[in-house]
């Protein structure tokens, strides 16, 4: 019987994008799949036949690897003066730990195993060593999540993490980086929101992680964590602090949790080895619930809209008049229009406040 355990290591990294994926549609087992499998939504597209529209442009990527260069360039000065005018460091603060692969933007570390050991390092010597004097800024810190999240041994890398002594102990918080432009009060709130959840994924991670090493005086693992955005046309941070991330971190908690338990289920139903499963097939080929957000993520909106059409549903009429069709079809929510009987009392109903709502065919 397939495993978990036979998932290549590549499947194991960039759990957060996955999670992320996978929180916008839940409920479609397809794309349940390809964030446990770690296959591309784009490529499952592509073997179908669609033309993918939705990865990340290489512009997007540039211009955050350019933004994040800018942050951490001479011992992250840039970050740590806007960190220092907010409170999250104190002035005069100094320390920087850049954990980032030589493949990121960073200088010295050229492996995941190797940001890993330093990570953990890290949070050993934070524990144990009472004259440890910690660095403040760390850009990259690398998780190896416990076993039993979402997939084995999943890794994640934290944009940008800063220590501080706080009571006696030693509190991380967790941030994080995005090329979004910060307006006040006019700030886009998805990108706001989708930073917040991004920032509590680490924050839940980083807490779970911290709780599996067993330290006897483990660092505090604040709920208090900050995004780091642009002045709107500029490279210049604007952090906002103080972001309580209490409960983007239950979400994450509760995801992962889910998501886990859905990854054993769905791999546990094949029966062969999953190196021998043609993965992109098998995901293809999967149960789908197609609904308005497909849109704004998935590169199979085109292919699961046609097959919606095809099959007559409320659905892609969009999220509202699905709601009100329930399971009545299209086509048959036209001939009530029309006025034909109705054959139920569900029908019924519906034909009364479709005619009501002045609905008309075209
Ligand atoms: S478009 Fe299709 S495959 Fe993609 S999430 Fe929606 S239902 Fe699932």
Redesign the pocket.
């Known amino acids: 019987m397939a495993g978990l355990d036979e998932l290549t290591d590549e499947a194991r990294r960039n759990t957060r994008g996955r999670f992320e994926q996978w929180v916008k ?1 839940p409920q ?1 087992e ?2 349940t799949l390809s964030a446990v499998l770690n296959v591309k ?1 784009a490529d499952v597209a592509l073997s179908l036949g669609y033309q993918p529209e939705y990865g990340q442009s290489p512009f997007a990527i540039t211009r955050g690897l350019q933004f994040e260069g800018w942050l951490f360039k001479d011992e992250a000065k840039v970050i740590r003066e806007s960190m220092e005018k907010v409170g999250i460091l104190e002035a005069n603060s100094s320390g920087f730990l850049d954990l980032r692969l030589t493949m990121n933007g960073g200088k010295s570390i050229k492996s995941v195993d190797a940001a890993l050991e330093k990570s953990h390092e890290l949070l050993v010597n934070l524990s144990k060593d009472k004259k440890f004097i910690p660095t403040t800024i760390i850009a990259g810190l690398m998780l190896k999540i416990p076993k039993g999240v979402m997939l084995p041994e999943a890794t994640l890398i934290i944009d940008v993490a800063s220590i501080q002594r706080v009571d006696d102990e030693w509190v991380i918080r967790v941030g994080e980086i995005k090329v979004f432009p910060d307006r006040g009060g006019h700030t886009d709130s998805n990108e706001i929101s989708t930073a917040r959840a991004q920032a509590g994924v680490y924050q839940h991670a980083l807490q779970i992680t911290v709780d599996s090493l067993g330290l006897t005086n483990p660092p505090v693992v604040s709920t208090n964590g900050y995004l780091v955005f642009t002045w709107p046309g500029t490279n210049s941070p604007v952090i906002r602090a103080n972001e309580d991330l209490t409960y983007q971190a239950r979400r994450a908690a509760l995801g992962f949790e889910r998501l886990d338990n859905l990854a054993q289920e769905l791999i546990s139903k094949k029966t062969q080895n999953l190196a021998e499963v043609d993965l992109k097939d098998w995901i293809a080929h999967s149960k ?4 308005e957000i ?1 849109w704004s993520f ?1 590169d ?2 085109p292919r ?1 809209q046609d097959l919606a059409i095809a099959d007559d549903r409320a659905i892609v009429l969009g999220t509202e008049a699905s709601k009100l069709l329930g399971s009545v079809s299209v086509g048959r929510a036209i001939e009530l229009l029309e006025g034909v009987d109705p054959k139920t009392d569900v029908e019924r109903a519906l034909q009364v406040q479709l005619l009501a709502a002045k609905w008309e065919t075209v």
């Open positions: 549609n479609c397809t794309n939504l789908t619930e197609y609904k497909c998935c199979l909106a699961c």
